[in-house]
């Protein structure tokens, strides 16, 4: 796991320990030779040369005492990697694993390596570890207890301690089941309560902490001094369509092919190695050799890939050492213990928030190789670029752990004497046991006497115990509610036999056949009735209205609007630059030691597959088209874009592109103008709808309104029903005035009479209301002499006037129908007015009107008055009741040519 620490080189074949690694070894012995024993932990960060201390250590504690040790690390890679370490610079040990060593006679200074989760069985707890032998395999028990026979102490290692160790894990039962006479722990974090935890259930009451900083490593040269995290923030037009992992991919590589050039021009003979992490999967980590071939144009013979989901410690060091490698490609398992001390970048394409998995990502780039160190010897300092580690992380969210990994590791304080924590109990407010680790100056006679006993954690502060076997139970608690007031009843209302009571059948009220009957029923249901006025000028029993053509073939028309579609020279750009994967968004550094941090613009790379489903997604929403009006569309636009792309890679000779390159550029162009001009082309769909438009009779006009006889609505002279429709308060208070049997006759319905008419009934409910403005509007139409009638055209009613709209696909229902005479002598014409708090939705609305009606008029609030809304949505003059003859001049100059003749 050190190499790359332990390539601290100074004459071929020889070792030259840093000043604090030999201070460490003496100290750390030391301590563990005193009496008692403590547990020791080593705080140092990654590639701080933490395995290489621990093996002088043992090595020295070894050539004192007889002890067999048992070394444990998390990862399986670790296990090659620690017994390598051992043998080459540790000649007083005798390393070897655990499967094998189990079988041999041992003696003083060997050392067992093995994983953590390789003894992490609940199994062989339960039988003591004496559970697995055969006529060839030794048990844990058997061969712990040859030891002790043989006189020799029990020494356990467990490095990366904050990964391995936790009293909640077998291995953590395992280490207590142990009992090891001497615990040697290595951690790249600072305090960790899991660490606090596991020494309680090991049995340990303290230890002694020994710590290096990260300043003190990189003064040493084991550590890059920078570390940089890149995250990218992709405007939200570019969210759905940014391929995030080529990006990362690209800009990775083209971040260590940079550092490539810098280590020639330095002089440096070290060829740097991108590491890639990919998420878990079949196939990711060849998908990524592809990308990096075909778009960073990385030879295939340059990539090292390891995609088995159980690491090859083997294969990882070949890849990693092998200069002819310009890339390793690996998965998140196998993210962790091999040495790449060349690696100084990382690409990361899944997230990683846990803080000790990114410390372990981290470590593979910060070390720092042999060449740079004989290239930049002391005090020559080390150039910034090429003393930098660079994590390019393919989600924003993963810098938090990878941050947070960078701060632990900077929160070590160096500590090469040793410090003695103690653990010390405590209570939390809910009564759990809490343990906790504090510095003290006084030595414990021993580190085995004082903890809590698990009876003791288990049972709250303070709680009485429940006597056993007592028979005791708390009282059931009596809701007052469920107790009879009568005292105990025998009886309950779902017991009652009920069959023997007479049933009441309610009657069917006979609905009324005539017109008078409709009238009374009304009357006496507390509702008023306001006839229709007949024999008014140009008002016939329905109103005109539109409606939509019922079936819409875009087949003949989709060509035109594409081809119509306004796509200015920008947009045209922007849409082949896309489809180059070179729009530009941002990039953002942020060196994790220091905080720093800065932007740049970097072009990204296009998800060409999110890109044409957003484009399909655009298509879909269009109304009544499809498949093929899809295609003539798509077809249409690449036409018109392909000499933007064609001009676009003249410019640019080195990304040369063939026919069938260009067709695909054109289309991929024609996505991106799809998905950024869908509300024009469903504008140019429902334009082409709305020409199509028929002139139809709505339903009739209701024979009467009806209101509650208890609200009264003011009298209007000129109103077809002879009243101002109510007010918002007065709809309001509809409910509150009818009884619940009442109900049943506020409602629109139909009544079949007895001499084969149907008289209709509407009511004046929410969607006829008038509000303060559109009320005073109402009153000037009663008395304006150009007004022959007027008519309050309510939404959504099938006998109200609609207007099919130029650019949604709802229907538009104006506020008021009237009925003018615009020149003397002229034949009264029905006309449209609507009244509209917004004025861009008037300017929208604006866009059709019905040849029958005319253009129609807007009128909009402004502060306490009316004023008309021009044709571009700008407010025009002031509408005053006083000079009420503009409206008909406004309606004069906007009537319709003629009637159409089918609207006689």
């Known amino acids: 796991m050190l190499q790359g620490a332990l390539d601290l080189a100074v004459t071929a074949g020889s070792l030259q320990p840093e000043k604090f690694q030999e201070e460490l070894e003496k100290n750390i012995s030391a301590k ?57 610079h540790a000649q007083g040990l005798a390393p070897t694993t655990l499967a094998q060593g189990r079988n041999q006679d041992l003696g003083s200074g060997a050392v067992l390596i093995s994983t953590a989760q390789a003894v ?72 960790d309560q899991r660490l606090t935890d596991f020494l309680a259930s090991a049995g340990r009451i303290g230890q002694e902490h020994f710590s290096v900083s990260r300043d003190d490593v990189v003064k040493a040269r084991l550590n890059k001094q920078y570390i940089e995290a890149v995250i990218y923030s992709i405007g939200e037009n570019m969210q759905q369509v940014t391929d995030l992992r080529r990006t990362v991919l690209r800009q990775a590589w083209m971040r260590n092919a940079l550092i490539g050039h810098r280590l020639r021009d330095a002089g440096v003979p070290c060829v740097p190695l991108l590491l890639v992490q990919v998420a878990n999967g079949a196939n990711s980590v060849d998908e990524a050799a592809q990308e990096l071939t075909r778009l960073c144009k990385v030879p295939p013979e340059a990539i090292g890939t390891h995609t088995a989901d159980k690491p090859d410690p083997v294969l990882m060091a070949q890849i990693a050492n092998d200069p002819t490698k310009h890339v390793l490609v690996f998965k998140q398992s196998a993210g962790t213990g091999f040495d790449a001390p060349r690696a100084f970048v990382l690409a990361s394409l899944k997230p990683v928030n846990d803080e000790d998995f990114a410390m372990q990502f981290i470590g593979r780039v910060m070390r720092v190789s042999r060449q740079i160190r004989e290239r930049f ?53 809910n009564g759990a046991v809490k343990l906790t680790n504090r510095p003290t100056p006084e030595l414990p006679l021993s580190y085995t006497m004082g903890l809590p006993s698990r009876e003791e954690e288990a049972s709250p502060a303070g709680a009485a115990p429940t006597p056993a076997g007592s028979g005791w139970h708390p009282p059931t608690p009596t809701d007052p509610l469920q107790q009879d007031l009568l005292g105990e009843a025998g009886w309950t209302l ?49 109103l005109k209205s539109e409606e939509k053509p019922s079936i819409v073939s875009l087949s003949g028309i989709s060509q035109q609007i594409a081809q119509a579609l306004p796509i200015s020279a920008t947009q045209a750009q922007a849409a082949v630059d896309a489809a180059l994967n070179r729009t530009r968004q941002k990039e953002k550094h942020k060196e994790l030691t220091q905080g720093k941090s800065y932007t740049q613009n970097i072009h990204v790379v296009t998800d060409r597959a999110a890109l044409a489903r957003e484009a399909q997604t655009a298509l879909q929403s269009l109304p009544h088209a499809e498949e093929e009006d899809y295609r003539i569309i798509v077809n249409t636009l690449s036409e018109r874009l ?38 024009e082309l469903k504008e140019a769909i429902f334009k082409a709808i709305v020409d199509q438009a028929k002139l139809v009779d709505a339903q009739p006009l209701p024979d009467v309104m009806i209101f509650p006889t208890d609200l009264a609505l003011i009298g209007s002279s000129k109103n077809i029903y002879g009243v101002l429709p109510p ?41 006829t209301r008038l509000n303060t403005l559109e009320q005073t509007f109402a009153s000037c139409l009663d008395e304006a002499e150009f007004v022959h009638w007027w008519h309050r055209n309510p ?84 509408v005053k009741p006083s000079e009420f003859q503009v409206v008909n001049d406004m309606l004069r100059r906007t009537k319709p040519a003629s009637v159409p003749l089918d609207a006689e």
């Open 120 to 191: 992490a069985r609940a199994q062989w707890r339960n039988q003591g570890y004496d559970a697995d032998a055969d006529d060839d395999v030794r048990t844990l028990a058997a061969l712990v207890a040859r030891a002790r026979a043989k006189e020799l102490q029990i020494g356990l290692v467990v490095d990366e301690a904050h990964i391995g160790l936790d009293h909640s894990t077998e291995f953590g039962k395992f280490a207590r089941w142990l009992n090891p006479d001497y615990m040697l722990m290595a951690t790249a974090t600072p305090k």
């Open 727 to 767: 007010s918002k308060d007065g709809t309001a208070d509809v409910e509150s005035v009818l009884f619940m049997d009442q109900r049943r006759w506020w409602e629109e319905q139909r009544f079949e009479l007895n001499d084969g008419r149907v008289m209709n009934i509407g009511r004046y409910d929410g969607a």
């Open 377 to 429: 010897p002391k005090p020559t300092p080390i150039p910034e670029e090429l003393d930098t580690a660079y994590v390019y992380l393919g989600n924003a969210q993963a810098q938090a752990g990878f941050e947070a990994a960078v701060q632990a590791t900077s929160a070590v304080r160096t500590q090469l004497e040793g410090q003695s924590e103690k653990l010390v109990t405590a209570r939390t407010m």
């Open 795 to 878: 939404d959504k009613k099938p006998y109200s006037v609609r207007v099919v709209r130029a650019e949604h696909e709802h229907y538009f229902y104006p506020d008021f129908v009237v009925c003018v005479t615009h020149e003397s002598g002229e034949p009264p014409m029905q006309r449209l007015i609507e009244t509209k708090q917004d004025t861009k939705d008037a300017f929208n609305k604006a866009q059709h009107y019905p040849p029958f009606y005319g253009k129609v008029l807007f009128l909009t609030p402004d502060k306490e008055r009316l004023r008309w809304v021009k044709d571009d949505g700008t407010l025009g003059d002031v």
């Open 32 to 88: 563990l030779l005193r009496s008692p024993s403590p547990p020791c932990l080593l705080r140092a960060p990654t590639g701080s040369g933490k395995t290489f201390v621990m093996t002088k250590v043992l090595e020295r504690v070894s050539s004192e005492r007889s002890v067999l040790w048992f070394w444990f690390v998390p990862f399986v890679t670790l296990v090659s990697q620690t017994l390598d370490s051992l043998l080459q």
């Open 494 to 542: 779902d017991t009652v036999d009920t069959s023997s009571l007479p049933k009441a059948t309610p009657a069917t009220p006979q609905r009324p056949r005539t017109r008078e009957q409709v009238l009374q029923t009304l009357a006496d249901n507390g509702l008023r009735a306001f006839p229709l006025r007949r024999g008014l000028p140009a008002l016939k029993g329905a």
């Open 642 to 679: 392909r000499a933007t792309v064609d001009v676009t890679l003249a410019e640019s000779p080195d990304e040369a592109a063939s026919p069938s390159m260009r067709v695909r550029l054109a289309r991929d162009a024609a996505h991106w103008v799809i998905r950024q001009s869908a509300s």
